[in-house]
């Protein structure tokens, strides 16, 4: 299962009354209303796709299943020999066999393609008419098969349609497809076929030398109609596609366990890794430094130069395992990130980075301790990014806390295209902010600028 990580795409804005256009003003409104025919078109492209799609998923079950009838009844009446006009099995068997082959070839695909359909329509639905709709899958198992070093997931033809067919956000998803095919395509048609009507009654009109205000008219019905009939069939999306509170209520449970699991592994491996720079740095020149005093005081009254020597070195030894201390109790929990808060902490780390860096924002309270834990470290961590990856020359960082969640954004001018399935360290930001329910949203185009947001709800003391 993923982590939170969404992807900000960029807003086209609502149609009509949404808020993005009040914003915008009156011009904003004008351009959602000329765009509504464009979109509408956008639409009844989605709505002839999923009408395509669901007949390849309904088509090769309907043909398997009348082959498969004819051929049971066939072989039923000259089994018993009810009567003289038997049928060959040969004459059905081919359908059986291409319904087969279809059922195992096309049909989870052709169902993955109509989850892709459906969230397309969520997609539109939340940018161009401002109706935004929740979506709630099962995640998809995988079984590992290791091979050496090579770990491959595969996922077989039976638990693939188990995932997809045990799945109520599946159903939800045919059924808009069998609506949207019907009623979804006449709300889309009715605004475009009344501009259509509307201007080839101009024209015709036109022809025969008449007036022409009727199809103007017509048009401007059909223009002016479009953004809410756009607004219904967004209503009818989401009263199609949305998913049932048990359904959520699933999804959130097994997101919860499932961090829960990286946070718990988070934490050992953080453990491991203190013990292991505690034994072999700290504690091995502690232990030298003793071996050291031991044997300048066995050399004191004898050789009192070589016992001086001895004794700088344990000098040293000390200074440079008090040191390593310090940076273990820095990586642990900073000092500053303790004694000044986070936004200070924050500013501390943009000074110290290789790429020239500024922090501006404010809080007017602390997060919880463990909040400004992970904040400081994400922050750490996507400015070592900036320097290793990005190819940067300049970095922002801005620290806002509002609506009852802290949100920090870092945007550099480098190359872009991060993305956290090539690792770069966004998958371990995403761990630690799982663990407090956050959200890391990354804007990456190729060529940049990049801007990764991450949100953590959380209250101010």
């Not at 596609?241 to 097994?254: M, T």
């Not at 990014?385 to 960082?397: R, T, Y």
């Not at 630690?432 to 600028?449: E, K, M, Y």
């Amino acid at each position: 299962m993923n982590g939170p990580v969404a992807s900000a795409a960029s807003d086209a804005g609502p149609i009509g009354p949404a808020r993005t256009d009040r914003r915008r003003g009156a011009p904003g409104r004008l351009l959602g209303v000329a765009l509504a025919p464009v979109r509408a078109l956008g639409f009844l492209g989605l709505s002839l796709a999923g009408a395509v799609l669901l007949a390849v998923v309904v088509g090769p079950v309907v043909l398997g299943m009348w082959g498969a009838g004819h051929l049971i009844d066939d072989i039923s009446r000259q089994r018993y020999a009810l009567s003289d006009n038997v049928g060959q099995p040969g004459q059905v068997l081919p359908a059986v066999l291409i319904g087969l082959a279809c059922c195992l070839f096309i049909l989870p695909r052709a169902l993955l393609s109509a989850r892709w359909v459906a969230n397309q329509t969520r997609g539109l639905s939340a940018r161009w008419c401002g109706v935004p709709i929740a979506a709630a899958y099962h995640p998809p198992p995988r079984e590992s098969e290791t091979h050496g070093r090579a770990v491959t997931l595969r996922l077989r033809y039976r638990r693939r349609m188990e995932w997809l067919l045990g799945d109520p956000g599946t159903w939800k998803d045919l059924c808009w497809l069998a609506v949207n095919a019907v009623v979804g395509t006449v709300v889309l048609l009715l605004p475009i076929g009344l501009m259509l009507g509307g201007a080839a009654a101009s024209l015709a009109v036109s022809l025969n030398g008449f007036d022409r205000t009727s199809g103007g008219v017509l048009a401007a019905v059909g223009v002016a109609a479009a953004p809410w009939m756009l607004r219904a069939y967004a209503g009818l999306a989401r009263l199609m596609l949305a998913p049932s509170e048990s359904s959520v209520l699933e999804q959130r449970v097994a997101y919860l366990a499932f961090t829960r699991q990286e946070s718990l592994a988070t934490g050992a491996a953080e453990l491991r890794r203190i013990e292991r720079d505690l034994h072999d740095g700290a504690q091995a020149r502690l232990v030298a430094m003793g071996l050291t005093l031991d044997a300048a005081g066995r050399l004191i009254d004898t050789d009192p130069v070589a016992a001086r020597a001895l004794l700088i070195e344990a000098r040293d030894a000390s200074a440079k395992a008090l040191s390593e201390l310090r940076d273990l109790v820095r990586g642990v929990h900073p000092p500053v990130l303790a004694d000044r808060g986070l936004v200070e902490a924050v500013r501390a780390l943009a000074l110290d980075s290789p790429v020239r860096a500024s922090a501006t924002g404010s809080l007017h309270a602390r997060p919880p301790a463990p909040v400004e834990s992970a904040a400081y470290f994400a922050v750490s961590e996507l400015l070592a990014n900036v320097a290793k990856h990005a190819g940067a020359q300049l970095a922002e960082i801005d620290l806002r806390h509002s609506l009852g969640a802290l949100r920090i954004s870092v945007r550099d001018d480098g190359a872009g295209g991060a993305n956290p399935a090539r690792g770069s360290g966004l998958r371990g930001v995403e761990r630690r902010l799982a663990a407090f329910d956050g959200v890391l949203a990354i804007s990456s185009p190729v060529g940049g600028p990049t801007v990764i947001t991450m949100e953590i709800p959380c209250e101010l003391s």
